[in-house]
């Protein structure tokens, strides 16, 4: 009898073994930009657009938060590291800048609460998705991202006419402004389809604009483009007419003479076109002509 109350009592102390966890990895892609030849000249000299070698955090949303970070090994964490609980198939949303919203449709809102007004300050915007599933104790995450922004460079320089008018002297330009652009916006990931043929189409854009100092201090210009030290400028898709000061325009402020310090400032609007798309590299040639320096 006391062995077999030994017994039972044995039996009723053991404990259940554990659920195995379901670990979870991510492999990472990059779609590049588009560059068109003819219109962006020397990007291998500016700042470097985000790549798959460069990428360094992300954030992914999949019924969890993660937060996915690259090691000095090359390899991607990701916090917390367990598959989430509640299905075998998951669809993730990944994302590098902006806010993942659960309202309604998939979505990231981007554009920051207060702008700063520095245009050193802009960041790529990538965005990736993927439906995946779990087996036994592992789940793969394979993430394609696609560039959600335009990368645009700018290059001034001033025409052969404008030298030969100034006769000897330096025409230094103080600063240079891109103004009325918009800046904020909501990317749904459900209308960027691989046979979507417009490039826009995950973005609703809100009518909110700003303005971004691409150069403040002193360039003096020759007759060769030279690029601006903003780099490029990641912006949200978009595109407007040129329509003087009522659509989006460079506001260039400069000077004539040997001590651009001592001289009259002059200020001159140029208005652009932006037809600017996700994924696209661009360049805007700031040509300083007669018409504008007098």
Same mark, same amino acid.
């Given at each position: 009898?006391?062995?077999?109350?030994?017994?039972?009592?044995?039996?009723?102390? +053991? &404990?259940?073994?554990?659920?195995?966890?379901?670990?979870?990895?991510?492999?990472?892609?990059?779609?590049?930009?588009?560059?068109?030849?003819?219109?962006?000249?020397?990007?291998?000299?500016?700042? +470097?657009?985000?790549?798959?070698?460069? !990428?360094? +955090?992300?954030?992914?949303?999949?019924?969890? /938060?993660?937060?996915?970070?690259?090691?000095?090994?090359?390899e991607?964490?990701?916090?917390?590291?367990?598959?989430?609980?509640?299905? /075998? +198939?998951?669809?993730?949303?990944?994302?590098?800048?902006?806010?993942?919203?659960?309202?309604? &449709?998939?979505?990231?809102?981007?554009?920051?609460?207060?702008?700063?007004?520095?245009?050193?300050?802009?960041?790529?915007?990538?965005?990736?998705?993927?439906?995946?599933?779990? &087996?036994?104790? !592992?789940?793969?995450?394979?993430?394609?991202?696609?560039?959600?922004?335009?990368?645009?460079?700018?290059?001034?320089?001033?025409s052969?006419?404008?030298?030969?008018?100034?006769?000897?002297?330096?025409?230094?330009?103080?600063?240079?402004?891109?103004?009325?652009?918009?800046?904020?916006?909501k990317?749904?990931?459900?209308? /960027?389809? /691989?046979?979507?043929?417009?490039?826009?189409?995950?973005?609703?854009?809100?009518?909110?604009?700003?303005?971004? &100092?691409?150069?403040?201090?002193?360039?003096?210009?020759?007759t060769?483009?030279?690029?601006?030290?903003?780099?490029? !400028?990641?912006?949200?898709?978009?595109?407007?007419?040129?329509?003087?000061?009522?659509?989006?325009?460079?506001?260039?402020?400069y000077?004539?003479?040997?001590?651009?310090?001592?001289?009259?400032?002059?200020?001159?609007?140029?208005?652009?076109?932006?037809?600017?798309?996700?994924?696209?590299?661009?360049?805007?040639?700031?040509?300083?002509?007669t018409?504008?320096?007098?």
């Amino acid at each position: 009898m006391t062995a077999g109350l030994l017994a039972a009592c044995s039996s009723d102390n +053991e &404990t259940q073994p554990e659920a195995p966890v379901r670990h979870i990895r991510v492999v990472v892609n990059e779609r590049p930009m588009i560059s068109n030849e003819a219109k962006v000249r020397g990007a291998e000299t500016r700042a +470097e657009i985000t790549t798959t070698s460069t !990428l360094k +955090e992300f954030k992914m949303y999949g019924i969890d /938060d993660f937060k996915v970070s690259k090691t000095d090994y090359g390899e991607w964490k990701i916090v917390p590291d367990a598959w989430p609980e509640g299905s /075998d +198939e998951v669809s993730f949303y990944a994302y590098t800048d902006g806010r993942y919203s659960t309202d309604g &449709t998939p979505h990231i809102e981007f554009g920051p609460a207060t702008v700063s007004e520095s245009s050193f300050h802009q960041h790529d915007l990538l965005v990736a998705k993927n439906t995946a599933s779990c &087996t036994r104790d !592992l789940g793969t995450v394979s993430l394609t991202f696609d560039h959600a922004c335009a990368a645009v460079a700018f290059y001034v320089k001033m025409s052969n006419k404008v030298k030969t008018n100034l006769g000897g002297q330096k025409l230094t330009v103080n600063s240079i402004v891109l103004r009325n652009v918009n800046y904020k916006g909501k990317y749904y990931y459900n209308n /960027d389809d /691989d046979n979507n043929d417009d490039d826009n189409s995950g973005w609703q854009i809100d009518n909110d604009y700003t303005y971004y &100092t691409l150069h403040d201090g002193n360039i003096d210009i020759t007759t060769e483009y030279q690029a601006l030290p903003c780099n490029y !400028l990641f912006l949200i898709p978009q595109s407007r007419d040129a329509d003087d000061t009522n659509g989006t325009y460079l506001e260039v402020t400069y000077t004539i003479g040997t001590d651009a310090q001592a001289q009259t400032q002059k200020t001159v609007n140029i208005p652009i076109a932006p037809n600017w798309k996700a994924g696209w590299e661009y360049t805007i040639n700031i040509l300083l002509g007669t018409s504008l320096i007098k």
